[in-house]
């Protein structure tokens, strides 16, 4: 149930004023100042927001249940959120060699996103941030399940503390831990191993797979975990009637997030590497961005790491959302 | 006798955690403390040099100016960050048969590497869509800063909308009928339920994008120019320790981002009431 109450005829006709005035100055900025083919753009969001003005008028003296002010808050958050988001889609489908000047990606090649599959750099670094951001998440889930349910359920001494400590672990900058990281895997002879590179990532993935484990413990129904228990239930029939039905879909999605999580990191990437072979694939698109030729893959190698979160929020969204949100 | 050993063996569930934790950030950390009571650099080898790094950081004026500006980063970025995902939320939550569209649109781009948000929107007034819209002619390492600054609040705003939608949709109905009935103005109903009920979440999410946004290395890393003067904390660390190679001077500005780091976090935790969410 919405927390606000009917809206007033007043507010319907002030939203749809602003929105009216707000599409008629995009119009206007969009044929005088911008140039084709971005004009186009200019000129349908313009429409859709003066067609918002038009419709709410009409609307005002109705008892429909619309919000005009939200209609048209949702109308620029979408703007807000896809213009960007198109550019990147631009950057990477423009011509190797030429600059994209307009956000509309007119004559759009597509082979950046081949290129980043061909042998080089890219495709390197793709194969080690799995392998990095993959064994350090399997090793973070392993060890912070455990403790997940030592700071929800067995009352561990100083547990609170300990929780403090993992969310502050969270938010350390990342990057003052690249320097003594890369030392010690120099001293220890370990700078060429990708594998060894993983065992500082965990500084990344143990903080947040114990936070949104937590999270996840906290929202299971344990009540009825203790009905189960009282009971007389084994620990296989536990298993079976409480941990598959009530955690075992949140816990996999918390994996899937402390991956992309781990290996979304730069700094400690681009510290440790001594090579750029052994780069993962932020510290390399790190690396290649600083050259403007070379934004088409960077954006295109972008879109394709992406592209599995993107399904995974469509298919868990609401989970996800509430995962990330109280 | 056995209620030590309970309690140790309630710890040991955590134990495996803490073992990790201590090993890949608190002795590092400590690593980084000792290397910074050292004038060290690959060439020149290590000597010991007490606090003179820190004593050398706190009279220089390069150190304070890039502080100042990270700190005037992170505020620009959070506020504004707020203030539209409280819109946007609120928006969303009024208009809520776009909501199982909407919730995966906004944290698209939270999920997108921030290396490439970073590159795209420096590229935007680098000559790109922005400059050809609005004339900007040769953009400078500021107005690239400021691009890529806009690009982090890009990347943050919809983590922030997702959750004040969600924690509205979570405002007990029946005691915002009761404001209604009882002839609550709007911005009392919001004052008196909706913020005392979204706090908490709307909270916690804007000490992490404080948080978050102070540590931001690959937006500055990006727009450098070595002659520039505006540089932020981390950046300023990361050339210290990476291109110029003085490691001790690095390590001393590593300790103090920590530093500045935990006093942000004393200064937003209470401010914020984060403390009901641990």
Do not use: C, K
């Not at chain 1, 399940?145 to 700071?151: C, K």
């Not at chain 2, 400590?30 to 790094?53: A, C, F, I, K, M």
């Amino acid at each position: 149930m919405n927390v606000a109450s009917h809206p007033s005829i007043r507010s319907r006709l002030a939203a749809s004023v602003v929105a009216f005035l707000l599409g008629f100055a995009m119009a206007n900025v969009g044929l005088i100042v911008v140039p084709r083919p971005d004009t186009w753009l200019w000129l349908a969001a313009a429409i859709v927001l003066m067609v918002t003005g038009v419709v709410g008028v009409l609307v005002a003296d109705t008892r429909r249940d619309v919000s005009l002010w939200a209609v048209l808050g949702v109308e620029l958050l979408t703007l807000f959120t896809l213009a960007p988001l198109l550019w990147v889609l631009s950057t990477a489908t423009v011509a190797e060699g030429s600059r994209r000047t307009t956000l509309w990606p007119g004559d759009a090649t597509w082979s950046a996103f081949g290129e980043v599959w061909d042998a080089g750099p890219v495709r390197t670094a793709m194969g080690t941030s799995l392998l990095v951001a993959g064994l350090a998440t399997v090793v973070a889930m392993l060890v912070a399940a455990p403790a997940a349910h030592a700071l929800m359920h067995r009352d561990a001494p100083g547990r609170r503390w300990w929780y403090v400590a993992f969310v502050a672990a969270l938010v350390l900058p990342t990057f003052v831990l690249g320097a003594p990281a890369a030392a010690q895997l120099l001293a220890l002879d370990l700078a060429t191993s990708r594998l060894a590179m993983a065992v500082p990532t965990l500084a990344v993935a143990l903080p947040i797979a114990v936070w949104l484990t937590v999270r996840v413990l906290r929202r299971a129904p344990w009540s009825l975990y203790d009905a189960v228990r009282a009971d007389g239930a084994s620990v296989g029939q536990r298993l079976r009637h409480f941990a598959v039905p009530h955690l075992a879909l949140d816990l996999g999605l918390v994996t899937i997030l402390v991956f992309f999580w781990t290996s979304a990191d730069v700094a400690l990437g681009a510290a440790m590497a001594p090579t750029d072979d052994q780069r993962t694939l932020p510290a390399t698109l790190l690396a290649l961005g600083a050259d403007p030729e070379s934004s088409r893959l960077v954006a295109a190698a972008g879109l394709w790491w992406l592209l599995p979160l993107v399904l995974v929020a469509t298919v868990f969204s609401r989970r996800l959302v509430s995962l990330l949100g109280r | 006798m056995t209620a030590r050993r309970s309690g140790l063996r309630r710890l040991g569930w955590l134990l495996p955690a803490v073992v990790v934790l201590v090993l890949v950030t608190v002795v590092p950390l400590g690593r980084v403390v000792w290397t910074s009571l050292h004038r060290s650099s690959p060439t020149t080898g290590s000597e010991l040099v007490g606090l003179d790094n820190y004593t050398h950081l706190v009279a220089s004026r390069e150190w304070w100016l890039a502080v100042a500006t990270s700190l005037v980063l992170v505020a620009g970025v959070v506020l504004v960050q707020l203030a539209l995902g409280l819109v946007f939320g609120a928006a969303l939550h009024r208009v809520g048969v776009v909501w199982p569209v909407a919730r995966v649109v906004v944290l698209v781009p939270l999920v997108l590497l921030s290396v490439v948000s970073v590159v795209t929107w420096r590229d935007a007034v680098n000559g790109g869509f922005l400059t050809s819209w609005f004339d900007l002619g040769e953009a400078g390492p500021f107005a690239q800063l400021v691009a890529v600054t806009v690009g982090e609040t890009w990347r943050g705003t919809g983590m922030v909308t997702a959750v004040v939608a969600l924690s509205l949709a979570q405002v007990t109905a029946s005691l915002s009928a009761s404001a209604v009935a009882d002839g609550a103005t709007g911005l009392q109903r919001w004052r008196r339920v909706v913020l005392p009920s979204i706090g908490p979440a709307v909270a916690g999410v804007a000490a992490f994008r404080v948080l978050d946004t102070y540590r931001v290395l690959d937006g500055p890393l990006l727009t450098d120019d070595p002659s520039a003067r505006l540089q932020t904390a981390p950046l300023l660390t990361w050339t210290t320790q990476f291109t110029a190679l003085e490691l001790g001077l690095g390590a001393a500005m590593s300790v103090l981002v920590v530093i500045g780091a935990a006093v942000l976090a004393a200064i937003v935790v209470p401010l914020f009431r984060v403390r009901r969410l641990l």
